[in-house]
Every structure is written in C-alpha cells, then in structure tokens.
C-alpha cells in the first residue's frame, strides 16, 4: 500500500467532475428504496432484460475499432412521412376528433410528462410556439412509423461507435477519420429531385435530418428534361450536409436511362448501392428503428461472417426484431404475435436443424462483396419479383453462399396496425408467393436441394400458402357436400342413416390449440409465465381466431387468384395510426369478393344442411365451419372502431346507399364502377382456370334441382282454391319488374316527386305481390330459393362468357341481400349500446384500458372545442359534466376491477385524478391536445424522474439526443394534492457530441 500515491489519486478525483456526479448518483442510489431505483417504463425493462440476457449468448470476441469490419446501413424511402407536421399531428378525421397527437399522448403518457417537464413547458399551450415546435413534431414523429424514427434510431450506432473509441482512448481527430472508414448511411430517397422542385415539405424535413446528423447521406434519381419531345437525362446523386447549413453534392453518376423500370423498391435500393463503402450492407426497412446498446454490439455481429462453421460462408446474417407496435390496439399485437411465431421460432428452427432460412426481409446483414459479383441484393423485375426480398435468399442459395440468424442483437419493427392495412399486408404477400411459384429462380434452386431440405423450403415458404388454399378449399367443399347429401336425402347408407361423430369432431378440433405452445413458451421465458397465459388468453377473448381465420381466407383468394389469373401488384399499406372508422361502403369494397361472399355462402349451405339433415349431431359436425362463415362476416366490423354506434350505423347506412346507387365517379363512388373493376379478371382468365369456375356453376346448379325437388313447403294446390289467380300474379309482378327497369333506365329525366312516388308505388306492388304468392302458394319458397342459386349457376357462367352487362342487375340484388345481412346485426347491436363499449374495450385493452367511456370523452371534448367551450358562462355546466363522467369512468373501472378484466392495478386512482375537479380549480381545452384539463389556481408540479438505469451520468455522453432522455425518463405520478413538486429536469441538450479527454493521458501497456 502506497500512501502517498492513494493520496494523490484521491486528490486528482476530487477535482474531477465526472468522479463528484457519479459518486453523488451512487450515493442516492444507495441510500434510496429499491423499488425507487427500478425504471417504471415497461419498454425499458424489456430493453434492459434483453440486453442483459444478451450479454450472455454466444457471440464473437469484439476487436478494436481499427480492425473491425466496416458496414452500411442502406433505408429505401419513396414519399412517407419523414416528421410530422403541426397540420398532420393536429388533423382530425374520424368520428371522435382524435388527432395523432392527442393519440400519442394517450399512448405515451408518461413520456409526454417527461418531454414536457424537460422541456419545462408549465402551459401544454405553448407547445406550438417557436421555441417548442420542432421538439414537439419529433417527439410525435419517433413514436411513428416515420423515417425520422428510423434515422433516429439507426445513427446511434455512430455515437455507439464513439463511445467505444473513447474507451479505447482514441483522440478526436482518430476516431472522426475512422468512423467515416467503419460507418456510414445512406437512405436512398428515390424523389427527393422532385421533391425539392415541388417545394414539398417532406423535402425540407429530409434536409433537417441530414444537419442534424452530418454523416447521414441521402441519394435520390435527378432527372433533367433535355427537350420538348421528352428525352431526359438521369443521374444517381449523392447529397450532405455542409455543416454550414446547406446541401452539398458529393457524387453524380449518370445513368443509361431510367432506372426505375421494374419495383419501385428494389429499383430504389439498386441505384444507390454503388454509395455504400462497407464492406457489409445492412438493410433497414423505413418502418424500423435501432437502439443504442444494440449498437455497441455491431462489432461482434459483424466477426460472425469471419467464422466459418461448414464449407460455404456464411454471406446473410439475420437479426432478431422487436414489434413495438403491439401496444396500440388488438390487431397490432396480433401482428407482434405473429412476427414473434415467425421471426423467432420460425427463422431459429428454419437455420439450425433445417438449414433453409432464406432473406425474410430487413435488418439482414449482407456480404456485400458476394452479392455485388453475384447480381446484387434486390431483383426488380416487375410482377415476379413482387417480394424481392426473398430473391435474395434464393440466389444466396444458388451461387454457394449460406444464411445466419443471431439473436443476440435486436433491431425495432413496425407493423400494420389497422384492418385494411393488414389485409393488403397479407394480400401482397400471399401475390408474391404466387409469383415465387412460378419463378425460374424457384425451378434452379430447387432442382439443387436435398429432398429434407426440399421439404423444409416448401413448408417453411410458399407451401404455408397452398396450405391456405387448400384449406378453404376443404371447407368449401365440406360444406357443399353435406348440404347436397341432406337435401338428395342421401344420409344414410342402404336404409340405415350415417352416425356422425360430432363429439370427437369437437375434441379433435380442439387439439388446434396445442398451436398455441410455442408462442407460449416463448413468451412464458421472455416475460414470465402469468404474463404468457394472460397475453393468450387475451388473444382469444377479443377475437384472435376470427382475425387469423379470416387472414387464411385472404392468403388463400390472392394465392389462388394470382395463380390463375396474374395481375400481382405492390400494394402501399400506409404507416399511420389507425384510430378512425372505416365506413361501411369502403369496408364492403374491401372484403366483399374475398369475404362476405364466402361468408353468405357458407352460412346459407349451413343452413340448407340444417333444414334438411336427419343424421344428428348437427352441432359437433358443424360448429367450425360456423366459426369460418362467423370470421369471414363480422370480423371486418368487429375490428373496426365505432361499428356499434348508433349514430355512425346509420351514417354507414346512408353512405352505402348513396355509393350502391351511384353511377358515376369511380369505384369509391358508384357500385358499378367498382363491380366492373372487380369482375374484369374473368375476361383475361385462361380457360383452364376457368374450368374451376364452370364445376362451382354446376355445383350450384345441382344444389338448385335438390332444393326444387324436394319436400320444403310443398303443398297440394289441387286441395284448395286460391283467393288470387297465380298466374295473374305472376303476370303482375313480371310488368311490374319491367317497368321498374324501365324506371330505373329514365329516372334522371323525370322530376323528382314523380320519381320518389313511382318509385314507392312500384317497390309497394312488387312486396305486395311477392307476399300474396307466398300466402297462397307456399312452394314459391322452395321454387325462390331453387331459383336463387340457379340464378347464381347462371350468372357465373355469363361472366366467363363475357356478358357482364346481362347479369349486373342481379349481382347488384345479391350485394344487397348480403349488405341488410350484415346491416341488422350491426343496428340490434347499436341499439343496445352495451356491444359497442366492450368492443371498444376489447379493440383497445392495451393501449386505453383505463378509460372505457374514452369515445364519449374524446366526442365531449372535440364538440366543446367546436362551441367554444372555453367560456366563462359555461365553465360551471363544463365542470358538472366532467364530473359526471368521472362517475361513469370510475364506477365502469370498479366493475372491470371486479370481473377481473383491467390489467392496471392503479387504474382507478389515475382516472380519478385524471378528471377530479375541486375547489378553486378551472376547467379548460387545451387547444394543442383536444384534452379536457383542469388547471388549478396553484403551479402545476412534476414528480421525481427515473431514469433508464438509476445511474444518469453518462446519458448525455452516450446518447445525446433528447430522445434518449425521453424514452428513458419516467414520473412518478403524485395523486396527492398535498405533495410538494419535484425538481424539474435541466434545460433541453443539444445536438452535438463529443467526449471530453483529460489533460495527461494514463500511459498504455502492452
């Protein structure tokens, strides 16, 4: 022991800053409860755990900065939304007048206290000034699916990479020289130019990006028009920030022509690979979004390509992802679910035993040099190389190179979260897998595969979607064949009737569940095994098997169809939020020739067996095949918000009869359009493919002549006399109906009185006559029904034929049918009010579980600001009914907490300081949030802030950004009135970074 020298060490730390601040941080956490030193965020606990854990895994030594391998980061962009605007984040287009920010605070709650006490914002007014609208608009938009997110996210690896020079002790000038060797990023803004030219916003938002990160490069296609005839000329550009406020162009390369001939996004991607200087590629998707201490083990990722476990290299390494949308609605955790099955046990069971794991997609690292001499990461050709993703894989398998996936390293993912965005989801991908199947790249690879990895490949790729087809397929024809053999009476064998086993149906049907083990394993390890069991049962309790049974129906139609047809197209599913309600109309555009069809179908053979079966067991034989029919009709409307409304059902009514009726202005407009848009496949359909169509027009048929035979309200009209003559009747209703087209043909020269009177009278004489002829004749009912799917025998067969116009009329008979079928349930439920709160519950349990009236609050609120509420004559009713709605919450919340269902144990306690009003307290709108806040004669105070780890020291050092601190920071709410404020955080950091190097260097040994 040196006493002299522990003197002077003891000394030298006394002066040091960084010494006093870290030995006062360990002294509060020392002297404060455990529970205090815990971050409250449920995100950072996660990210915590898994960092952690990782720390654990298996993964290569990490060498020095100077002999680390170099990567790019590559992000194709087209036109999303880079930040959000003060329009954008303040836009209200649904019923509720939720805008996105409104949202994002609800979603966020803890973080928009933190943001606002770091800010020190004490009035939410202000937000929008000058001084707090740019750190408003990137709060929201890293929250989003955006590309400042992403941005965001992905450049921690610079200063991931700074800090680790520090702790190399490398000066300045060092590690500036070689992070511009070991990192960089490129987002390839393919219209950019245009942008610019255009004077779009998006533009100077992309160029705010690239000043605040100076090593971010952006390149984009500049096209230059040469002369009146339309010759142009076409340049790759490579553009940065100056660090002086301007842009500044590095390279322009030109091109031979427009490189955009093929996918949009692959094209994007090709162009811009020739300014990447990696020796790696990692390719990020927009929708993605990295995190720091990810980033500090980019170095060991990167050693994974110098192992070399088997005799071919390894040349694509996968990474794990993390859904961090899964908390806005049910849907979206769905989605998170379903991306956990695939891209964790799926891609870990497809790599090691299967050895087939192909490229799913981003954030997958590249051996850029393998690719480049081997025709590149991204094939674009169009139609075929739909998914041009997986193309990648392919030609890695052929050309000798193999695939890696660690899981030791995390990279953020956003999924769709609305309806119709996952549907078009499905739909592109399920068109892909079609066009994958008809590939020569599929034919070579798999004429060089063993037959277990043959296996493996078909299984684990584009067999998952036959299997789609042919389990609609079965169904479909599990339920023909049934009602066929109830309505010939042929349920028997010689004279004694078939015994179903309907009970062991059910026990086998239930089996299915055992599905469900993995994911709950998985989940069981990762966040503990009562949170697995809640999480699935929650999945069942607001309708997850509808919404993946529904999903199989449309994997299997766009399968189908591309396979018969063609015609696969990219489809742009949208990065919002989805807090709005879709209308019907739109709803019925979607779904209806996927869907509701099916559905109608389905449920009517089911019907028909149900009339006419004698064997037994009706409801073990058939209670799936109602669960499909079930998923095919109602889950559109289950998962769209607001459907119960009583006021939006009859706004959705009206909508639907205003669009059915239209003759004009696009399918969006007018039936018409949109069923000569949906119908026009038939006239380019081969005939093989319409061979299938002609046995479906046969099976109807055949159903028709069962139906017209047999014994369903047959009577004897020799036996009585009829009041009215049949015949005359018939006569009737036939001069009727042609006058009724005639009508129909002619209204738009006839007044508008007269039109509205002969149109009552001739709809009156129509039901009347229809009804007296069943009266007297109850045949007509089964000869109606024979007709109705004779009818359908007959009109199918027209469309393959090409005489659309002939049968448009009855199609148009059908939707309407299938609409009021839909439309009933819709208004019983709206009538009795109770469906439409616990679907809003349900939709939503994640994301606004403590709010169940949360819609008449947020309608309350937009129609106050809407009348001016904030005036001093109508303060006194304002508060009166915020009260009352506290009621209504809190005694709601006390009903939930009884039956078990609210998943915040301190739930009731935040609503009731949410809307509690006292004495000497004012409410008011904010005008920024739409929110109902109560602003008390006292200052507002902030509670104590915990950070992401307890130990604050380093944040500024090695995260930098106020992001970092935001998403590290959590409040301890105070519901106390009585309660002193907290310290308010310090003023907001800047952008810059650096590290501080003490004066005499400590001397480096070995």
């Not at 993605?288 to 980033?295: I, R, S, T």
């Not at 109602?626 to 119960?644: V, Y």
């Not at 009747?729 to 020269?749: D, G």
Request: hydrophobic fraction near 40%; glycine fraction near 8%; charge should be neutral.
């Amino acid at each position: 022991w040196d006493d002299v020298y522990a003197s002077d060490q003891l000394d030298e730390i006394s002066r040091n800053r960084n010494f006093h601040a870290v030995l006062k941080k360990i002294h509060g956490l020392v002297c404060m409860h455990p529970d205090d030193a815990e971050p409250k965020s449920k995100e950072v606990k996660r990210r915590l755990t898994f960092f952690v854990n990782s720390l654990f895994m298996d993964m290569p030594d990490a060498p020095s900065i100077h002999d680390m391998f170099s990567w790019n980061v590559l992000t194709p962009y087209y036109s999303e939304d880079v930040t959000y605007s003060k329009g954008d984040l303040e836009k209200r287009t649904d019923a509720l007048g939720v805008s996105t920010l409104l949202y994002l605070q609800t979603l966020y709650k803890a973080d928009w206290a933190n943001f606002l006490e770091r800010m020190e914002i004490k009035d939410e007014d202000r937000i929008w000034s000058g001084k707090y609208v740019d750190e408003t608009r990137r709060w929201a938009s890293i929250r989003a699916q955006t590309l400042s997110r992403t941005v965001n996210g992905m450049m921690y690896c610079e200063k991931a990479l700074r800090l680790l020079a520090s702790l190399e002790r490398l000066d300045e000038d060092t590690t500036n020289d070689l992070l511009k060797e070991k990192f960089g990023y490129v987002v390839s803004c393919q219209v950019y130019g245009n942008m610019k030219r255009n004077q779009d916003p998006k533009a100077d938002d992309i160029e705010a990006l690239m000043h605040r990160f100076p090593h971010l490069r952006i390149a984009y296609i500049d096209t230059k028009r040469l002369n009146r005839s339309g010759d142009s000329v076409f340049n790759s550009v490579l553009v940065k920030s100056d660090g002086k406020g301007s842009i500044k162009e590095i390279y322009r390369v030109r091109l031979p022509g427009n490189p955009v001939i093929g996918e949009g996004k692959p094209e994007n991607q090709n162009h811009a690979m020739i300014f990447t200087r990696g020796e790696f590629v990692q390719t990020i998707d927009m929708n993605q979004e990295g995190y720091f201490e990810e980033a500090l083990k980019m170095r060991n990722v990167l050693q994974e390509f110098a192992k070399r476990e088997g005799p071919l290299p390894t040349t694509i390494l996968g990474l794990r992802e993390h859904i961090f949308t899964g908390s806005v609605s049910s849907l979206a955790n769905y989605m998170a679910l379903q991306e956990i099955s695939f891209v964790t046990l799926g891609q870990r069971v497809l790599t090691r035993p299967l050895h087939i794991r192909l490229h799913y997609g981003h954030p997958d690292v590249f051996d850029k040099l393998f690719f480049i001499t081997r025709g590149g990461i991204s094939k674009a050709s169009k139609g075929i190389n739909l998914s041009e993703d997986i193309f990648a894989g392919y030609s890695n398998v052929i050309r000798g190179g193999t695939v890696g996936f660690k899981e030791y390293v995390q990279v953020g993912k956003g999924r769709d979260v609305g309806m119709s965005q996952i549907y078009k989801f499905e739909a592109k991908l399920s068109q892909g897998a079609a066009e994958q199947s008809l590939s020569r790249d599929v034919y070579r690879m798999c004429h060089r595969l063993d037959f277990f990895r043959l296996l493996s490949f078909y299984y684990g790729g584009i067999g998952h979607y036959f299997s789609n087809v042919l389990t609609i397929l079965t169904v479909y024809i599990v339920v023909y064949l049934m009602a066929v053999l109830a309505v010939f009476n042929l349920e028997r064998i010689g004279n004694r009737l078939i015994t179903p086993m309907g009970l062991i149906q059910m026990m086998l049907g239930g089996l299915g569940l055992l599905q469900t083990i993995p994911l709950f394993a998985t989940l069981g390890v990762e966040r503990g095994w009562l949170a697995s069991i809640q999480e699935i049962f929650l999945v069942f309790i607001t309708g997850g098997p509808l919404h993946f049974m529904f999903h199989i129906q449309t994997k299997a139609t766009y399968m189908a169809q591309t396979i018969l047809v063609g015609g696969a197209k990219y489809r742009p599913t949208g990065r919002g939020f989805v807090t709005q309600h879709t209308p019907f109309d739109e709803q019925f555009r979607f779904f209806a020739s996927s869907h509701l069809y099916l559905g109608v179908e389905l449920a009517a053979g089911l019907i028909l067996m149900a009339i006419y079966t004698d064997a037994g067991q009706y409801a073990g034989r058939t209670w799936s095949l109602w669960l499909a029919a079930c998923s095919f009709l109602c889950s559109p409307f289950w998962f769209n918000p607001l459907t119960f409304e009583w006021r939006v059902v009859l706004e959705d009514y009206n909508l639907w009869l205003k669009w059915i009726l239209g003759d004009s202005g696009g399918a969006s407009k007018s039936w018409s359009m949109w069923w000569n848009e949906e119908n026009a496949f038939y006239k380019g359909m081969p005939v093989p493919s319409k061979l299938l169509y002609v046995l479906k027009a046969a099976l109807y048929a055949l159903l028709a002549e069962g139906i017209r035979e047999s014994n369903l309200f047959r009577s004897d009209m020799t036996l009585q006399q009829p009041m009215f003559s049949i015949t005359y009747i018939l006569i009737i209703i036939a001069v009727l109906a042609i006058l009724a087209r005639v009508f129909t043909a002619n209204e738009r020269a006839i007044p508008y009185p007269v039109r509205r009177t002969i149109g009552i009278l001739l709809f009156t004489g129509l039901g009347a006559c229809m009804l007296i002829l069943v009266i007297e004749d109850t045949n007509f009912i089964r000869y109606a029904l024979s007709a109705y799917y004779f009818l359908g025998s007959i009109c199918l067969l027209a469309l393959l034929c090409g005489y659309n116009k002939m049968v448009k009329s009855f199609y148009l008979l059908h939707d309407v049918v299938c609409a009021h079928i839909i439309f009933i349930p819709l208004f019983i439920f709206a009538a009795l009010q109770l469906p439409g709160m616990i679907q809003t519950w349900l939709l939503y349990h994640n994301a606004l579980s403590t709010d169940v009236v949360v819609s008449d609050i947020l309608r309350y609120a937009h129609k106050s600001r809407e009348t001016g509420g904030s005036a001093p004559e109508n303060s006194d009713d304002m508060v009166e009914q915020i009260s009352e709605l506290r009621k209504m919450v809190q005694r709601q919340q006390e009903m939930l907490a009884r039956a078990g269902l609210l998943p915040d144990s301190d739930a009731l306690s935040q609503v009731g300081t949410t809307f509690s009003v006292s004495e000497g307290s004012t409410a008011a709108m904010s005008p920024a949030s739409g929110q109902i806040r109560v602003e008390e004669s006292t200052a507002r105070g902030y509670g104590r802030t915990v950070s992401m780890s307890g130990l604050d020291v380093w944040s500024n050092m090695a995260l930098g950004d106020v992001q970092a601190d935001e998403m590290r920071q959590q409040p301890t709410v105070s519901t106390s009135r009585g309660q002193q404020p907290g310290q308010a955080a310090g003023p907001p950091g800047t952008n810059s970074f650096s590290f501080s190097q003490p004066e005499a260097m400590p001397p480096r040994y070995g």
